[in-house]
């Protein structure tokens, strides 16, 4: 049975996690649903912050306000891709390989 991180903290802000099989569960659709949400919100708002820093000057406050806003962004957008992550077949050879592959993609993704 697979753990799965939940898109949403439990008590305190730690993280909340599923233990189920079942990637039709209620709870699996619903964080599938909301991960979904998430990532939306994430580009509108790159987007938003794009069109903001190249036509205006923002205020000091506009800037607190996005960077905010940002940050908790990213923050969820970190949370889904260590879900998805976790969730991807690990290859043979342990966690060593999984680095060595984890680098090998980083280091091809650079020379483009």
């Given at each position: 049975?697979?753990?799965?991180?939940?898109?949403?903290?439990?008590?305190?802000?730690?993280?909340?996690?599923?233990?189920?099989?079942?990637?039709?569960?209620?709870?699996?659709?619903?964080?599938?649903?909301?991960?979904?949400?998430?990532?939306?919100?994430?580009?509108?708002?790159?987007?938003?912050?794009?069109?903001?820093?190249?036509?205006?000057?923002?205020?000091?406050?506009?800037?607190?306000?996005?960077?905010?806003?940002?940050?908790?962004?990213?923050?969820?957008?970190?949370?889904?891709?260590?879900?998805?992550?976790?969730?991807?077949p690990k290859p043979d050879g342990g966690d060593n390989a999984v680095s060595l592959v984890a680098r090998a993609d980083v280091d091809r993704e650079i020379?483009?």
């Open positions: 049975m697979g753990m799965r991180l939940l898109p949403w903290s439990g008590e305190g802000g730690q993280p909340a996690y599923l233990l189920t099989d079942d990637q039709d569960s209620y709870l699996s659709r619903l964080a599938d649903n909301l991960e979904a949400v998430q990532l939306g919100m994430a580009e509108d708002l790159l987007s938003h912050t794009q069109k903001l820093m190249a036509d205006e000057k923002p205020s000091e406050t506009e800037l607190r306000s996005m960077v905010t806003f940002l940050s908790e962004s990213l923050r969820d957008s970190v949370r889904v891709a260590r879900s998805r992550g976790d969730r991807l020379i483009r």
